[in-house]
């Protein structure tokens, strides 16, 4: 394993670290200590775990090592998008389909209960994202499609004129199919509310605390820069970091993607320059480009195209790069949308590492000769939801009750495809230059 905090972990700040209150810094481990369970990482699935195992298991010693502070990697730095669906998984069939709805509006609705059960001061809007279409073959095909998931009784809707400017008018729009029930979460809003919930009922978080070595057996030995904790489960809850670790590195591809985000103006402001009553929206490329609206007028916006999507050699997961060009070709997108809003200040610009596979469907299991590591990785874009879903999938698994999760498709998912290097990367520059799409493997649903 080759993890090194120096080169491993980004540097730049995202606009949901510009606006968020940071609670103190909680001290980095030092020494050794034994726990019964030690999570990897401080995202959507390691405070999630945390918190569904305390709460299930109120004497368990429960110990989070994260490299930085709470919330740096992906959970504090995406689009905020709060969605439903497992991205890679196909709707052929009405009970599958209903299954995997209602599980992933079960996480949405899960943010609100934890919110109201706390009392939360949590930014989270619920009123509904739309997945936008710009070429008429593919808007008649998610017309139909919306119109087949609304008879199943999944409550989509297919919109276009005056309905569909209502919610947003963006140049070469064509309609959009409407999920009323997603939204947008801050999502270190979440993290630093649970925080304080899950530190009261007796996990332990220790921050800037790098894991350097896991050196697996029935008591795990995992070493940071300053300490080591012994236990005999481990979490790994390090998403798109995953492969630097030592696991996955067949079956995970970090990817950046490269976010800006407008200065706040006015919502009456936006409706002109034409973002109207949603959330957030995503379009119909290869390459998404992605948008949501914060409460207080900042419009965020992110990839849209090659330049905007980057993989670095050797599964890297800081960038070490000049990133102006890509941030440029973001911004550029968003003004082909949103034309009129040319002259809105970019306010912020930031990198994050999504954690993508080969099939895009996420992965959650148990793994090790042991059977002791507990690990929900790969959510390939699509994680605010699924990585808040994921604590409690887990905690069923710690608690040895897989039954709810034999049929879904990512239990036990086996993860691989990705060759290794050098040839990942000349094949990643090569197949995305040719084709401007990410590679991937279509495969059955199972
Ligand atoms: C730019 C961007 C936009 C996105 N937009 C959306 C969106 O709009 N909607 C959506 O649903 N999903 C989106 N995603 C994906 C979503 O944010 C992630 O899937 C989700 O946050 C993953 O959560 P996680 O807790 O599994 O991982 P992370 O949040 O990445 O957490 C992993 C943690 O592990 C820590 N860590 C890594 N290595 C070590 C180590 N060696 N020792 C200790 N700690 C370590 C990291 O510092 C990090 O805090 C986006 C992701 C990015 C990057």
Known sequence: MSFDPQRDLDDNTSMWAETATFPEVLPPLSGEIQADVVIIGAGFTGISTAYHLIRRHPNLKVVILEARRVGNGASGRNGGMALNWINGVDAREPERTRRVFSFTRSGLDWIDEVIKEHGLNVRYRREGS???????????????????????????????????????????????VEDPTAGRLHGLDLLFGLLPVILKLGVSVYENSPVVRIQEGKIHEVTTTGGTVRAPTLVLATNGYTPRLGYFKHGLFPMFSHVVSTEPLPMERWRELGWGETAGFTDDMDRIAYGSMSSDGRLLFGGGGNLAYSYLYGSRTAWTHSAEAQYAFVQSILRKYFPAAKDVKIAHQWTGALGITMSRVCSMGVI????????????????????????????????DHHDPWLTMPFYQRPLGGIPGEPLRWMGYKIFTAFTGRSPRKYEADR
């Open 130 to 176: 739309l997945e936008a279409y710009t070429e008429s073959q593919r808007a008649e095909e998610a017309h139909k499609k919306a119109e087949k998931l609304a008879s199943w009784g999944i409550p989509v809707r297919y919109l276009t004129g005056t309905e569909l400017e209502k919610r947003v008018r963006a140049e070469g729009v064509l309609g959009a």
């Open 368 to 399: 090790g000769e042991h059977k002791n590591v507990l690990y929900a990785v790969g959510y390939s874009g699509h994680g605010v939801v699924l990585a808040n879903l994921a604590g409690k999938v887990l905690c069923d698994f710690y608690s």
